[in-house]
């Protein structure tokens, strides 16, 4: 079974910038991956989703700030996140399908479908 590592966590100032890195045990025919974060008392969401290489979602409070990406060579899916705010504090997940999915199930109220997940990394934002 792939397992899923983050990398990247922090304490940054409001403004800065943080890399998180998620790096799969093996190749795999997951064709669906993405970010979810968890603040303390909430309930988890998506933050960004990437479907066969391609972006396909943003949550609304990231987007244009943050970006995923996939580098298929080195097997690690990637969220560059710029301009950082307090609000967005939270544990970061990187999840991807158990295999392959048809574009329909990637989506991000289907948490159900990602049924690898990784250990979580913590971001905390300062002002």
């Known amino acids: 079974q792939v397992h899923l590592v983050e990398s990247g966590g922090g304490s940054v100032q409001f403004g800065g910038s943080l890399r998180l890195s998620c790096a799969a045990s093996?190749?795999?025919?997951?064709?669906?991956m993405g970010w979810f974060r968890q603040a303390p008392g909430k309930k988890r969401e998506a933050v960004a989703l990437?479907?066969?290489?391609?972006?396909?979602y943003y949550g609304d409070s990231v987007r244009d700030r943050f970006t995923i990406s996939l580098d298929y060579a080195k097997n690690t899916l990637y969220l560059q996140m710029q301009i950082l705010k307090p609000e967005d504090t939270a544990m970061y997940y990187c999840a991807a399908t158990a295999g392959w999915v048809s574009s329909s199930r990637c989506r991000p109220t289907g948490v159900t479908v990602f049924g690898v997940w990784g250990q979580g990394a913590q971001v905390t934002v300062s002002s």
């Open positions: 093996q190749p795999s025919n997951a064709n669906c």
């Open positions: 990437i479907y066969g290489g391609t972006p396909t």
